[in-house]
C-alpha cells in the first residue's frame, strides 16, 4: 500500500504564499502522476495541479500563473507552491498519486488526508 501525507498548510493574509508538500510512502514500486485537488466550503472536489513522472503539467485556470506544481522523484515528493493567495483559495487542499505497489497488481489511486489552507481577506 501507498500513504500519502500532506503538510504545509495555515492560515495567510490575501497577497501570501505557502508552499505545500506531500510526501508517498510505503511498498512504492512506482509514481506516475501526481496532483493536488481542494475541496472548497460547499462545493465539490476540484483539481487544482497535475504533474506527471516526466515533469508534464496542468492547472485549473483559476489558478494558473500563481500555483507551481513540482516534484523530488527520489524523495517520492510533490510540492504546490502557491503564490498570490485569494480569499477563495481557503479549501482542504488534498494530494492524490498514481502508484502502482507491492502486492497488488496494477495502477491505484492514492489519496492523502489533506491539509487546511485559509486566506484572510
Known amino acids: 500500500q501507498v500513504q500519502l501525507v500532506e503538510s504545509g498548510g495555515g492560515l495567510v493574509q490575501a497577497g501570501g504564499s505557502l508552499r505545500l508538500s506531500c510526501a508517498a510512502s510505503?511498498?512504492?514500486?512506482?509514481?506516475?502522476?501526481m496532483s493536488w485537488y481542494r475541496q472548497r466550503p460547499g462545493k465539490l472536489r476540484e483539481l487544482v495541479a497535475a504533474i506527471t513522472s516526466g515533469g508534464t503539467t496542468d492547472y485549473a485556470d483559476s489558478v494558473k500563473g500563481r500555483f507551481t506544481i513540482s516534484r523530488d522523484n527520489a524523495k517520492n515528493t510533490v510540492y504546490l507552491q502557491m503564490n498570490s493567495l485569494k480569499p477563495e483559495d481557503t479549501a482542504v487542499y488534498y494530494c492524490?498519486?498514481?502508484?502502482?505497489?507491492?502486492?497488488?497488481?496494477?495502477?491505484?489511486?492514492?489519496w492523502g488526508r489533506g491539509t487546511q489552507v485559509t486566506v484572510s481577506s
Open positions: 510505503g511498498s512504492i514500486l512506482s509514481i506516475n502522476a
Open positions: 492524490n498519486a498514481r502508484a502502482t505497489s507491492t502486492g497488488r497488481i496494477g495502477e491505484y489511486g492514492y
